[in-house]
Nanobody
Framework: VQLQASGGGLVQAGGYLRLSCAVS????????MGWFRQAPGKEREFVGA????????NYADSVRGRFTISRDNVKKTVYLQMDSLKPEDTAVYYC??????????????????WGQGTLVTVSS
């Protein structure tokens, strides 16, 4: 499975960005997809996840109500819409995939497939 994240950049506080994660190499429609982030000097943390059909979503408390995960299984792409961005959202954002239907796992070590990361910088 190959994951390619894109869409990061520099944005002012209060602004928005949409990240994309293109999936190849395995059937996308059966995967649980997740987004994680890692700020400088900090551990990688869970942002959100979406089940294979796109109906169920799970968010970290820090982003709930501001970030939205969606997916297009025809285009084999998962999105992270980030609104009302804050300086503390600055991090490298990673997409991840799993095929065991474990929708609730938030531990990075439990996710087997990862993209390369895209940098999001939010200025104050």
């Amino acid at each position: 499975v190959q994951l390619q994240a894109s869409g990061g950049g520099l944005v002012q506080a209060g602004g928005y960005l949409r990240l994309s994660c293109a999936v190849s190499g395995r059937t996308t429609s059966t995967s649980v997809m997740g987004w994680f982030r890692q700020a400088p000097g900090k551990e990688r943390e869970f942002v959100g996840a979406i089940n294979s059909s796109g109906v169920r979503k799970n968010y970290a408390d820090s982003v709930r109500g501001r970030f939205t995960i969606s997916r297009d299984n025809v285009k084999k792409t998962v999105y992270l819409q980030m609104d009302s961005l804050k300086p503390e959202d600055t991090a490298v954002y990673y997409c991840a995939a799993r095929y065991d239907n474990n929708f609730y796992s938030r531990a990075p070590r439990e996710w087997p497939y990862w993209g390369q990361g895209t940098l999001v910088t939010v200025s104050s």
